[in-house]
């Protein structure tokens, strides 16, 4: 049974930092895609960094590139968001996906607001 438990959220002042991680279990976790999304209120969910199971990115949103950091774990099947110069607009709750076949999987979300 696949499962994703995100952690690491919390409250930031504009200009912190905080870093997500997303423990994994249930699949070969080594050689999956893993993703993070955040969704932000009145907003539709979208897509923030992925990362290949060799630790290349397959994605890295136009408005966290050079900010945000994805990275991986495969000895402890953990994936990380590592998140700088926070800004009031990354205020969201923030998903891990992993993909099986034609299903998607998500994990409970971790919310991170940045606020003065």
């Known amino acids: 049974q696949v499962h994703l438990v995100e952690s690491g959220g919390g409250l930031v002042q504009p200009g912190g930092s905080l870093r997500l991680s997303c423990a994994a279990s249930?699949?070969?976790?080594?050689?999956?895609?893993m993703s993070w999304y955040r969704q932000a209120p009145g907003k539709e969910r979208e897509l923030v960094a992925g990362?290949?199971?060799?630790?290349?990115?397959?994605d890295m949103a136009d408005s966290v590139k050079g900010r945000f950091t994805i990275s991986r774990d495969n000895d402890r099947d953990t994936v990380f968001l590592q998140m700088n110069a926070l800004k009031p607009e990354d205020t969201a709750i923030y998903y891990c996906?992993?993909?099986?076949?034609?299903?998607?999987?998500w994990g409970q979300g971790t919310l991170v607001t940045v606020s003065s």
């Open positions: 249930g699949f070969t976790f080594r050689v999956r895609i």
């Open positions: 996906n992993t993909k099986l076949g034609d299903k998607d999987f």
């Open positions: 990362i290949r199971g060799i630790g290349t990115i397959t």
